[in-house]
């Protein structure tokens, strides 16, 4: 759906309302504080009260979504919805306030608002997938000023790039062809963190996987079949195995951070990828894909508080199905602490045996 027709649609908030009451109810409202479905509309107002007697409250379509206590007015935050949605390698928080009519911290705010709702879990990836990393970041800087005509003699002098390289975001992905992508942040692109990614999101048993020759994948073998694409002797193409997807996806990436977004924080990062990984797994569909999207915004709830998100954003974005127990490490950590104590206690004592015999033969 273009803007022009999101524009006609939804010229007021009662018009805005009643789309999404229709969308998330049916006809039917449900208290979002209860879950009773025994309520009756407040006049003038697009509100319910629930007749629950343990509830009692009032309600509207917008409890519990990325819309509760925005200010923005609702025909505008869908044409900012819309915006969002049609621009493939994304727009900018100042594009939107000169296109929306709004200041920029309102629009920076609501831009966050609709990642939060585009934040998905993918798993049970299969058929031919592509996994490959990419690191983000600023272009090395020299260490120090020379003349133009100076020649790098010195490997060890000039700066990093690609793997290796310093102060930079690592990301890893891996992609169906034809089919879904995901991305994750990650600290180290060691084995046991793509394994972990691997097993995550990947069926082994209906999966083939493409990736290149870096050593962290080498473990794979024992758990998928892998196909290797050597780069480094210039080889990208063999037959069917390559990685040129998931290096297509990276390139739309790195196209939207450095024509867009130019600067981004590491902390709101992950809200970024989700939104590049949300617009490429539906660039099939993208008649539908307004209201696809405006359904998973009614089912998901805020996840920033005062322009800052409620936790860590790695973990909103790539939330954990077990997190690990940690009173066995507790007790560990205790017992080194107590066993470290008495050493040195020992110690101590030692030396005071050793400075009470000298005092005695003196």
């Given at each position: 759906?273009?803007?022009?027709?999101?524009?006609?649609?939804?010229?007021?908030k009662?018009?805005?309302?009643?789309?999404?009451?229709?969308?998330?109810?049916?006809?039917?409202?449900?208290?979002?504080y209860?879950?009773?479905?025994?309520?009756?509309?407040?006049?003038?107002e697009?509100?319910?009260?629930?007749n629950?007697?343990?509830?009692?409250?009032?309600?509207s379509?917008?409890i519990g979504?990325i819309?509760?206590g925005?200010?923005?007015p609702?025909?505008?935050?869908?044409?900012?919805?819309?915006?969002?949605?049609?621009a493939?390698?994304?727009i900018?928080?100042?594009?939107?306030?000169?296109?929306?009519?709004?200041?920029?911290?309102?629009?920076?705010?609501?831009?966050m608002?609709?990642?939060?709702?585009?934040?998905?879990?993918?798993?049970?990836?299969k058929?031919?997938?592509?996994?490959?990393?990419?690191?983000?970041?600023?272009?090395?800087?020299h260490?120090?000023?020379?003349?133009?005509?100076?020649?790098?003699?010195?490997?060890?002098?000039?700066?990093?790039?690609?793997?290796?390289?310093?102060?930079?975001?690592k990301?890893?992905?891996?992609?169906?062809?034809?089919g879904?992508v995901i991305?994750?942040?990650?600290s180290?692109?060691?084995?046991?963190?793509?394994?972990?990614?691997?097993?995550?999101?990947?069926n082994?048993?209906?999966?083939?996987?493409?990736?290149?020759?870096?050593?962290?994948y080498?473990s794979?073998?024992?758990?998928?079949?892998?196909?290797?694409?050597?780069?480094?002797?210039?080889?990208?193409?063999?037959?069917?195995?390559?990685?040129?997807?998931?290096?297509?996806?990276?390139?739309?990436?790195?196209?939207?951070?450095?024509?867009?977004y130019?600067?981004?924080?590491?902390?709101?990062?992950?809200?970024?990828?989700?939104?590049?990984?949300?617009?490429?797994?539906?660039?099939?569909?993208?008649?539908?894909?307004?209201?696809?999207?405006?359904?998973?915004?009614?089912?998901?709830?805020?996840?920033?508080?005062y322009?800052?998100?409620?936790?860590?954003?790695?973990?909103?974005?790539?939330?954990?199905?077990?997190k690990?127990?940690?009173?066995?490490?507790?007790?560990?950590?205790?017992?080194?602490?107590?066993?470290g104590?008495?050493?040195?206690?020992?110690k101590?004592?030692?030396?005071?045996?050793?400075?009470e015999?000298?005092?005695?033969?003196?």
């Amino acid at each position: 759906m273009n803007v022009i027709s999101i524009s006609d649609k939804f010229h007021t908030k009662e018009d805005c309302l009643g789309y999404m009451e229709n969308l998330r109810w049916s006809g039917h409202p449900v208290c979002p504080y209860c879950g009773s479905t025994d309520n009756i509309p407040v006049k003038k107002e697009f509100r319910h009260h629930c007749n629950n007697p343990e509830c009692k409250k009032t309600f509207s379509v917008l409890i519990g979504t990325i819309f509760e206590g925005a200010r923005l007015p609702l025909p505008k935050f869908f044409v900012l919805i819309g915006l969002m949605l049609n621009a493939r390698k994304g727009i900018s928080s100042m594009q939107l306030r000169r296109d929306v009519g709004i200041t920029v911290r309102s629009s920076w705010y609501a831009a966050m608002r609709v990642r939060c709702a585009m934040v998905e879990t993918i798993s049970d990836m299969k058929g031919t997938v592509e996994a490959d990393e990419m690191y983000v970041g600023g272009k090395p800087r020299h260490r120090k000023v020379t003349a133009d005509n100076v020649a790098w003699l010195s490997r060890l002098e000039k700066p990093k790039r690609g793997r290796g390289a310093q102060n930079k975001v690592k990301v890893a992905g891996m992609v169906e062809r034809d089919g879904r992508v995901i991305t994750k942040v990650l600290s180290n692109f060691t084995a046991q963190n793509l394994l972990a990614m691997l097993k995550r999101y990947v069926n082994i048993d209906k999966a083939t996987l493409m990736t290149d020759e870096f050593a962290s994948y080498n473990s794979f073998d024992e758990y998928v079949t892998r196909h290797v694409i050597k780069h480094k002797q210039k080889e990208y193409v063999r037959g069917n195995v390559h990685t040129n997807t998931i290096e297509g996806y990276w390139s739309i990436v790195k196209a939207g951070i450095k024509g867009q977004y130019r600067v981004l924080s590491r902390r709101y990062f992950p809200f970024y990828l989700a939104e590049f990984a949300y617009k490429y797994n539906r660039r099939n569909a993208q008649s539908l894909q307004f209201e696809s999207f405006m359904k998973d915004a009614l089912s998901d709830g805020k996840c920033l508080i005062y322009h800052k998100p409620k936790g860590d954003p790695l973990k909103i974005v790539y939330p954990r199905k077990n997190k690990p127990a940690k009173a066995n490490t507790r007790k560990f950590n205790k017992a080194n602490k107590d066993a470290g104590k008495t050493k040195a206690k020992k110690k101590i004592a030692k030396a005071k045996k050793k400075k009470e015999i000298k005092t005695e033969k003196e």
